[in-house]
T-cell receptor, first 110, second 116 residues
Framework: RKEVEQDPGPFNVPEGATVAFNCTYS??????FFWYRQDCRKEPKLLMS???SGNEDGRFTAQLNRASQYISLLIRDSKLSDSATYLC???????????FGRGTSLIVHP | GAVVSQHPSWVICKSGTSVKIECRSL??????MFWYRQFPKQSLMLMAT?????????EQGVEKDKFLINHASLTLSTLTVTSAHPEDSSFYIC????????????FGEGSWLTVV
């Protein structure tokens, strides 16, 4: 089993739709969780950290489920500009080296 | 957020030559930086962990003599691709985490290397 797994997609949704991605991780000792966004031919950029109690930033909501070892990202009212690849990042405590999922591609169409 | 600058953004070089890529943390110090490679439509692949003042730690399958990493200060790491070949053409990205940031990672803008 890979350390961090994501459905590569693509998820093809109309503008205004709500879409959710999951990311599963295998290391139960993982401490830090993040969602990054990567546009084509660009570097990944931090979208949001994921906190144990869940957190929201505008149209984006992140959740952590430690029991089932997955994190999720929910995007409401999708915009065309949300089209990108969304990477989940899991970082174990101590060793500090982050592990990336392969990313989930989102395409929002008119 | 914190800023990581990478230079050059684009480079084209002849086969057999060496290319140096710089990664700088502009507004924070980082004892550790990471170097990644990403081929088109593929995921980021960690190449090595760059440690300030000591040798880099390379991932399995990455040739340390080909990809030379130097982390001379708390704000600068360099990756030198030696004797580059066309198959080394890729997107190289560095990242760093500010001390005390809770492992939040910030990426450089990336460097596109094309070897002809």
């Amino acid at each position: 089993r890979k350390e961090v797994e994501q459905d590569p997609g693509p998820f093809n949704v109309p503008e205004g739709a709500t879409v959710a991605f999951n990311c599963t991780y295998s290391n139960s000792a993982s401490q830090s969780f993040f969602w990054y966004r990567q546009d084509c031919r660009k570097e990944p950029k931090l979208l949001m950290s994921v906190y144990s109690s869940g957190n929201e930033d505008g149209r984006f909501t992140a959740q952590l489920n430690r029991a089932s070892q997955y994190i999720s990202l929910l995007i409401r009212d999708s915009k065309l500009s949300d089209s990108a690849t969304y990477l989940c990042v899991v970082s174990p405590g101590g060793s500090y080296i982050p592990t990336f999922g392969r990313g989930t591609s989102l395409i929002v169409h008119p | 957020g914190a800023v990581v600058s990478q230079h050059p953004s684009w480079v084209i070089c002849k086969s057999g030559t060496s290319v140096k890529i710089e990664c700088r943390s502009l507004d924070f110090q980082a004892t550790t930086m990471f170097w990644y490679r990403q081929f088109p439509k593929q995921s980021l692949m960690l190449m090595a962990t760059s440690n300030e003042g000591s040798k880099a730690t390379y991932e399995q399958g990455v040739e340390k003599d080909k990809f030379l990493i130097n982390h001379a200060s708390l704000t600068l790491s360099t990756l030198t691709v030696t004797s580059a070949h066309p198959e080394d053409s890729s997107f190289y990205i560095c990242s760093a985490s500010p001390i005390g940031s809770g492992n939040t990672i910030y990426f450089g803008e990336g460097s596109w290397l094309t070897v002809v």
